[in-house]
């Protein structure tokens, strides 16, 4: 056995060892994983290969809900006959039909990548708000609109909107609720408006073929979404004694509108969207609703599509109706000064909840003497359904209510205007009108009349 040399006086060490302070292991640093990056793609020319009778191209793609890409496969041509390419054609050929799959776009990778990363629930709102507007299946209202976009702003953004949109499930639906409870809003308006929003936008998240990404089975009981209680519900109905008190109103405008409102049973928008021209029958008996002020503005669209009707009226309302109209021939029915249409919420809170203060009016639900619009709608269909023997599908059809089976599908009572006149004057109104009309003060009219414009 070979022998080393002795080591330099005082040194203990072996000629192959090395002093421990001397000896530094780095520690390993784990591979970190860079994820998927379209700029470190150089983009894809296909592999061309042989299927039986066909020559194809293979190619990588991203797809949504997995994090590798899936190898995906066309035809280019007949390996030969007709429609045979040579090499470069076939080499062509490959190169467009990966760009036409999409494969290498910038616009398909973010599509992809985010939602298998999980986009934030307030993007996928946002993209879902825009794509509702531009459907043409099922247009949506403004005013449905408007309503999906304050339940956003309101109270679903600010508690979920960070999350990512695949973690958006029951248990976070139920925290959800739990919240917008303890925050006083009423059952109705969490099961009605707030939650259906968040469902919606967790299925609008769908692949290229249309399914949804993140399949969601909502369970109720789980969330504990509360139950709406319609007896509980503030649906207040006038009375006949308070719609003759309403009749008696001293600003004339506004009493002619709750004058209509009672005896044809319409939407406050629907009676402020009344144009005289297009309207109403010459003999005034007969309104034609075709649209309604919302806003102040006028929109075409009514709420449901049994809402394009045709309401007759009592000749007594239909009297007094060209009595308001006087000398006009068009323009609004109930317009401002500067022939624009009024507001509607004018017309509750300046006039309605006064007059119904005046009368000491106390709404059964809330206690105050504040009431809605459709107070007058409740009060028409309670009186024509109870107190009349109108057939049931005239007053649904008056009312502009959907039909429930075939039956109401094949009635055609619309179409009988005789039949219709003739059962609107049988029928009445049921409140009395006052014999004499209210004299209000040249100057109280008009101070008033200012405020309102």
Same mark, same amino acid.
């Given at each position: 056995?070979?022998?080393?040399p002795?080591?330099?006086?005082?040194?203990?060490?072996?000629?192959l060892?090395?002093?421990?302070?001397?000896?530094?292991?780095?520690s390993a640093?784990p591979?970190?994983?860079?994820?998927? !990056?379209?700029?470190r793609?150089?983009g894809q020319n296909?592999?061309?290969?042989?299927?039986?009778?066909?020559?194809?191209? #293979?190619?990588w793609?991203?797809?949504? /809900?997995?994090?590798?890409?899936?190898h995906?496969?066309?035809?280019?041509?007949?390996i030969?006959?007709?429609?045979?390419l040579?090499?470069?054609?076939?080499?062509? #050929?490959?190169?467009?039909?990966?760009?036409e799959s999409?494969?290498?776009?910038?616009?398909?990778?973010?599509q992809?990548?985010?939602?298998?990363?999980?986009?934030?629930?307030r993007?996928?709102a946002?993209w879902?708000?825009? &794509?509702?507007?531009?459907?043409?299946?099922?247009?949506?209202?403004?005013a449905?609109?408007e309503?999906?976009?304050? !339940?956003?702003?309101?109270?679903?953004?600010?508690?979920?909107g960070?999350?990512?949109?695949?973690?958006?499930n029951?248990?976070?639906?139920?925290?959800?609720v739990?919240?917008?409870?303890?925050?006083?809003?009423?059952?109705k308006t969490i099961?009605?408006?707030?939650v259906?929003?968040?469902?919606?936008?967790?299925?609008?998240?769908?692949d290229?073929?249309?399914?949804?990404i993140?399949?969601r089975?909502?369970?109720?009981?789980?969330?504990?979404?509360?139950?709406v209680e319609?007896?509980?519900?503030n %649906?207040?109905s006038?009375?006949?004694?308070?719609?003759?008190?309403?009749?008696?109103? *001293?600003?004339?405008?506004?009493?002619?509108?709750f004058?209509l409102?009672?005896?044809? /049973?319409?939407?406050?928008g629907?009676?402020?969207?009344?144009?005289i021209?297009? &309207?109403?029958?010459p003999?005034? $008996?007969t309104?034609?609703?075709?649209?309604?002020?919302?806003h102040?503005?006028?929109?075409q669209? $009514?709420?449901t599509?049994?809402?394009?009707r045709?309401?007759?009226? &009592?000749?007594?309302?239909?009297g007094? $109706?060209k009595q308001?109209?006087g000398?006009?021939k068009?323009?609004?029915?109930?317009?401002t000064?500067?022939?624009?249409p009024?507001s509607?919420?004018?017309i509750?809170?300046r006039?309605?909840?006064?007059a119904? *203060?005046?009368?000491?009016?106390?709404?059964?639900?809330t206690?105050t003497? *504040?009431? /809605?619009?459709?107070?007058?709608? #409740?009060?028409?269909n %309670?009186?024509?359904?109870?107190?009349t023997?109108?057939?049931?599908?005239?007053y649904?059809?008056?009312?502009? &209510?959907a039909g *429930?089976?075939?039956?109401d $599908?094949?009635?055609?009572?619309?179409?009988?205007?005789?039949?219709?006149?003739?059962w609107?004057e #049988? !029928?009445?109104?049921g409140?009395?009108l006052?014999?004499?009309?209210?004299?209000?003060?040249k %100057?109280?009219?008009?101070?008033e009349?200012?405020?309102?414009a």
């Amino acid at each position: 056995m070979r022998e080393f040399p002795a080591l330099v006086a005082g040194s203990q060490l072996h000629p192959l060892q090395f002093p421990t302070s001397a000896i530094k292991v780095v520690s390993a640093t784990p591979v970190k994983r860079r994820g998927k !990056c379209m700029s470190r793609r150089t983009g894809q020319n296909g592999h061309i290969e042989s299927s039986a009778k066909w020559w194809v191209v #293979r190619w990588w793609m991203d797809v949504p /809900g997995q994090e590798e890409r899936r190898h995906m496969r066309a035809k280019i041509c007949p390996i030969s006959g007709p429609g045979w390419l040579s090499k470069s054609e076939r080499e062509r #050929r490959a190169r467009e039909i990966i760009a036409e799959s999409g494969a290498d776009t910038v616009e398909h990778f973010n599509q992809v990548v985010k939602q298998s990363r999980g986009v934030p629930f307030r993007e996928q709102a946002n993209w879902w708000l825009n &794509h509702i507007q531009r459907r043409k299946r099922k247009p949506l209202a403004p005013a449905t609109l408007e309503l999906w976009k304050g !339940c956003l702003d309101n109270w679903i953004n600010p508690n979920i909107g960070d999350l990512p949109l695949s973690e958006v499930n029951n248990s976070v639906l139920k925290t959800l609720v739990a919240k917008m409870s303890e925050g006083g809003l009423s059952p109705k308006t969490i099961s009605d408006n707030y939650v259906p929003v968040v469902k919606m936008v967790v299925a609008s998240a769908v692949d290229e073929q249309g399914e949804e990404i993140y399949p969601r089975k909502w369970n109720n009981e789980f969330i504990d979404l509360p139950v709406v209680e319609k007896d509980k519900q503030n %649906t207040p109905s006038f009375s006949a004694e308070v719609m003759t008190g309403l009749a008696r109103w *001293k600003k004339p405008r506004e009493r002619m509108i709750f004058v209509l409102c009672g005896a044809a /049973g319409l939407r406050i928008g629907e009676v402020l969207g009344i144009e005289i021209d297009k &309207h109403v029958a010459p003999d005034f $008996l007969t309104l034609y609703i075709k649209q309604k002020v919302r806003h102040g503005k006028v929109e075409q669209r $009514l709420k449901t599509a049994n809402g394009v009707r045709q309401v007759d009226l &009592h000749p007594t309302i239909a009297g007094l $109706l060209k009595q308001f109209a006087g000398d006009r021939k068009a323009g609004f029915l109930f317009c401002t000064r500067k022939g624009k249409p009024v507001s509607p919420t004018n017309i509750i809170r300046r006039h309605l909840h006064k007059a119904l *203060k005046e009368l000491k009016y106390v709404n059964p639900f809330t206690g105050t003497h *504040k009431a /809605g619009n459709h107070a007058f709608r #409740r009060f028409r269909n %309670t009186y024509l359904r109870n107190y009349t023997e109108c057939p049931e599908g005239l007053y649904k059809y008056w009312m502009g &209510h959907a039909g *429930k089976d075939m039956s109401d $599908l094949y009635d055609k009572i619309k179409e009988d205007v005789a039949f219709r006149r003739k059962w609107a004057e #049988r !029928c009445a109104f049921g409140f009395d009108l006052p014999s004499v009309v209210p004299n209000v003060p040249k %100057t109280a009219e008009k101070a008033e009349a200012e405020e309102a414009a």
